[in-house]
């Protein structure tokens, strides 16, 4: 019985570690699909502070993800083929987790993009505000500024994926 035990408790554990970096947690009640997204103290590289305010208008995916994260990793190349083709109309947003800036910086120099790069310091922001312990974390933000989708772990970065940002995009031409 103790065997049996332990087994279970191993698979769940490899499940949590299949669906992100750290343990798996949920959306807190306060960021939830349908509600506004909220305003987080973010920097750039360069330690400039940055609004995700400023981006209303365009449909946001913000991604969190951090250099020693394995599934990160992984995806990194399929975020970034995916996001070439993605036009202004959409902010690609991705927010380094890392505890070390430099780190981050030394990944980008090897890995380099197009799309925004920001920095929360070992996760105060995405933990204070998003309630979030948990990467890779993706959000899909409207361009009103709501929360439309949501993922944790390895996010499958197809065509099923660039039809919802379309459909987006194609709800704030219309508003």
Known sequence: MLKKRWYIALMFG???MLQ????VDSLDQQVAVGKP?????LVTYDREPFSLESLRGKVVILKLWAT?????REE???FLTFSKKLDDSVAVVSVSVDKDLNSAKEYLLDHPSDF???FDQSMVQTKLVLKASVIPQVYI???AGILRY???GFVNWDDGMLKKIQALLNESRYK
Request: glycine share 6%.
């Open 20 to 23: 992100g970096c750290e343990s």
């Open 150 to 152: 949501y993922a944790v």
């Open 37 to 41: 997204f909220p305003e987080m103290k």
């Open 68 to 72: 020693w994260c394995v599934i990160c």
């Open 76 to 78: 990194a190349p399929y």
């Open 14 to 16: 490899i499940f949590g």
């Open 116 to 118: 925004l790069q920001l």
């Open 141 to 143: 933000i409207d361009s």
